[in-house]
Protein backbone atom coordinates (compact mmCIF):
# COMPACT_ATOMS: atom_id res chain seq x y z
CA UNK A 1 0.00 0.00 0.00
CA UNK A 2 1.54 3.64 -0.75
CA UNK A 3 2.03 5.91 1.36
CA UNK A 4 2.78 9.80 1.47
CA UNK A 5 2.89 11.76 4.81
CA UNK A 6 4.23 14.98 4.88
CA UNK A 7 5.24 16.98 7.76
CA UNK A 8 6.67 20.22 9.09
CA UNK A 9 3.79 22.60 7.98
CA UNK A 10 3.03 25.11 10.63
CA UNK A 11 2.21 29.25 11.43
CA UNK A 12 5.27 31.06 10.22
CA UNK A 13 5.67 35.19 9.91
CA UNK A 14 6.03 36.54 6.90
CA UNK A 15 9.31 36.61 5.31
CA UNK A 16 10.10 33.33 7.36
CA UNK A 17 11.04 29.95 6.28
CA UNK A 18 9.46 26.16 6.53
CA UNK A 19 10.63 23.05 4.99
CA UNK A 20 8.00 20.27 4.56
CA UNK A 21 8.69 16.88 4.10
CA UNK A 22 7.32 13.96 2.47
CA UNK A 23 8.12 10.45 3.36
CA UNK A 24 6.88 7.70 1.13
CA UNK A 25 6.45 4.01 1.59
CA UNK A 26 4.90 1.07 -0.69
CA UNK A 27 6.60 1.93 -3.72
CA UNK A 28 9.90 1.94 -5.40
CA UNK A 29 10.63 5.80 -4.70
CA UNK A 30 13.36 6.07 -7.42
CA UNK A 31 11.21 5.59 -10.04
CA UNK A 32 8.98 8.05 -9.23
CA UNK A 33 8.54 11.35 -10.03
CA UNK A 34 7.48 13.81 -6.72
CA UNK A 35 5.38 17.12 -6.73
CA UNK A 36 3.88 19.25 -4.67
CA UNK A 37 0.54 21.30 -4.96
CA UNK A 38 -0.59 23.25 -2.53
CA UNK A 39 -4.62 24.78 -2.28
CA UNK A 40 -5.83 27.67 -0.14
CA UNK A 41 -9.39 27.96 1.40
CA UNK A 42 -12.15 28.53 -2.08
CA UNK A 43 -9.24 27.72 -4.50
CA UNK A 44 -8.74 24.81 -6.88
CA UNK A 45 -5.32 23.24 -5.97
CA UNK A 46 -2.48 24.48 -7.80
CA UNK A 47 1.05 22.95 -8.76
CA UNK A 48 3.98 24.60 -6.97
CA UNK A 49 7.15 22.28 -7.93
CA UNK A 50 8.30 18.62 -9.26
CA UNK A 51 11.09 17.10 -9.21
CA UNK A 52 12.48 13.98 -11.63
CA UNK A 53 13.21 10.84 -10.07
CA UNK A 54 17.19 10.93 -9.89
CA UNK A 55 16.66 14.66 -8.58
CA UNK A 56 17.90 15.82 -11.76
CA UNK A 57 15.39 17.90 -13.11
CA UNK A 58 13.25 20.64 -11.40
CA UNK A 59 10.34 22.92 -12.69
CA UNK A 60 8.65 25.75 -10.44
CA UNK A 61 5.79 27.57 -10.38
CA UNK A 62 6.79 31.19 -11.44
CA UNK A 63 5.42 32.83 -7.85
CA UNK A 64 7.63 30.56 -6.28
CA UNK A 65 10.97 30.50 -8.25
CA UNK A 66 13.84 31.34 -6.64
CA UNK A 67 11.83 31.12 -2.61
CA UNK A 68 10.90 27.76 -2.88
CA UNK A 69 13.29 24.37 -3.23
CA UNK A 70 12.22 21.20 -4.19
CA UNK A 71 14.81 18.00 -3.48
CA UNK A 72 14.86 14.61 -2.71
CA UNK A 73 16.74 11.94 -0.79
CA UNK A 74 15.95 8.40 -2.64
CA UNK A 75 17.41 6.84 0.14
CA UNK A 76 15.61 8.18 2.67
CA UNK A 77 12.54 7.59 0.23
CA UNK A 78 11.47 11.60 0.73
CA UNK A 79 11.17 14.18 -1.47
CA UNK A 80 11.52 18.14 0.81
CA UNK A 81 10.37 21.67 0.25
CA UNK A 82 12.32 24.18 1.49
CA UNK A 83 9.98 27.73 1.12
CA UNK A 84 12.25 30.98 1.69
CA UNK A 85 10.44 34.39 1.72
CA UNK A 86 7.14 33.30 2.54
CA UNK A 87 3.86 35.41 2.29
CA UNK A 88 0.39 34.77 2.97
CA UNK A 89 0.00 33.92 -0.50
CA UNK A 90 1.72 31.30 -0.30
CA UNK A 91 -1.26 30.17 2.79
CA UNK A 92 -2.52 27.07 2.03
CA UNK A 93 -2.21 23.09 2.44
CA UNK A 94 0.52 21.59 0.85
CA UNK A 95 0.22 18.34 -0.36
CA UNK A 96 2.86 15.60 -2.32
CA UNK A 97 2.22 13.71 -4.82
CA UNK A 98 3.92 10.84 -6.64
CA UNK A 99 3.57 9.55 -10.43
CA UNK A 100 5.92 6.76 -11.74
CA UNK A 101 7.76 8.16 -14.67
CA UNK A 102 11.25 10.40 -15.34
CA UNK A 103 9.19 13.61 -16.59
CA UNK A 104 8.06 16.38 -14.64
CA UNK A 105 4.02 16.83 -14.43
CA UNK A 106 2.36 20.23 -13.27
CA UNK A 107 -0.97 18.89 -13.76
CA UNK A 108 -2.71 17.54 -10.64
CA UNK A 109 -4.47 14.93 -13.00
CA UNK A 110 -0.87 13.32 -13.87
CA UNK A 111 -0.34 12.29 -10.37
CA UNK A 112 -1.23 8.54 -9.47
CA UNK A 113 -0.62 8.83 -5.60
CA UNK A 114 -1.44 11.58 -2.87
CA UNK A 115 -0.62 12.37 0.95
CA UNK A 116 -2.80 13.86 3.48
CA UNK A 117 -1.71 17.68 3.08
CA UNK A 118 0.17 19.74 5.71
CA UNK A 119 -1.29 23.06 6.49
CA UNK A 120 1.07 26.23 6.23
CA UNK A 121 -0.43 29.44 7.47
CA UNK A 122 2.12 32.45 6.61
CA UNK A 123 0.40 35.63 8.99
CA UNK A 124 1.31 39.14 7.71
Known amino acids: QVQLVESGGGLVQAGGSLRLSCAASGLRFSSYAMGWFRQAPGKEREFVAT????????YYKDSVKGRFTISRDNAKNTVYLQMNSLTPDDTAVYYCAARRSDHLYSDYTDYDYWGQGTQVTVSS
Open 51 to 58: ISWSGGST
